[in-house]
T-cell receptor
Framework: AQSVTQPDIHITVSEGASLELRCNYS??????LFWYVQSPGQGLQLLLK??????LVQGIKGFEAEFKRSQSSFNLRKPSVHWSDAAEYFC??????????????FGKGTHLIIQP | DAGVIQSPRHEVTEMGQEVTLRCKPI?????LFWYRQTMMRGLELLIY????????DSGMPEDRFSAKMPNASFSTLKIQPSEPRDSAVYFC??????????FGAGSRLTVL
């Protein structure tokens, strides 16, 4: 079965500093990978996705992620964070042989704190 | 596009009561998913529908939980009877033919 590991429960970053959130997945075939963000009291918003092709994908709000098959990783990055980036971030992998037809399996999330 | 609409946003009830959560997916999306979010277990897939038909309900925790999708624009998740351990945020998500889920704002359930 698919699984997603986000090793960092909390990360604190100073405003303006760079950010990298780690994500490792377990999946037998080529995975469909996603990053979602959840602000307090809100639903999940899609930041970016990887299905195939270029392993560096760009998303909304200045985020990007790189798929590394050899490391089974899909880390999320941002060169300079803003206070409004404080939120919970979830990495997810598509379930099932269709790469997501059966929904998504989520990691436990990383809580991002921004220091002024 | 109003997005995925869930109601109620907040529900407080007493143990043993019936709870019904509602979801209106985005028009044209043919798949609908119910997730539960708790601190301990994170986001868990409870059940999903394709073209109004339940495909996989293996994530439904107990017989106390049931879900229906009578038509393409409406789904319910029912808990009867409710227990304090059911307290969580319940999310509905829908998806068109592509693999991107769009989530609703969630229904926060508190069972006293």
């Amino acid at each position: 079965a698919q699984s997603v590991t986000q090793p960092d429960i909390h990360i604190t970053v100073s405003e303006g500093a760079s950010l990298e959130l780690r994500c490792n997945y377990s999946y037998g075939a080529t995975p469909y990978l996603f990053w979602y963000v959840q602000s307090p009291g809100q639903g999940l918003q899609l930041l970016l996705k990887y299905f195939s092709g270029d392993t560096l994908v760009q998303g909304i709000k200045g985020f990007e992620a790189e798929f590394k098959r050899s490391q089974s990783s899909f880390n999320l990055r941002k060169p300079s964070v803003h206070w409004s980036d404080a939120a919970e971030y979830f990495c997810a992998v598509g379930r099932g042989s269709g790469g997501g037809a059966d929904g998504l399996t989520f990691g436990k999330g990383t809580h991002l704190i921004i220091q002024p | 596009d109003a997005g995925v609409i869930q109601s109620p946003r907040h529900e407080v009830t007493e143990m043993g009561q019936e709870v019904t959560l509602r979801c209106k997916p985005i028009s044209g999306h043919n798949s609908l998913f119910w997730y539960r979010q708790t601190m301990m277990r994170g986001l868990e897939l409870l059940i999903y529908f394709n073209n109004n038909v339940p495909i996989d309900d293996s994530g439904m925790p107990e017989d106390r939980f049931s879900a229906k999708m009578p038509n393409a624009s409406f789904s319910t998740l029912k808990i009867q009877p409710s227990e304090p351990r059911d307290s969580a945020v319940y999310f509905c998500a829908s998806r068109p033919g592509a693999n991107v889920l769009t989530f609703g704002a969630g229904s926060r359930l508190t069972v006293l």
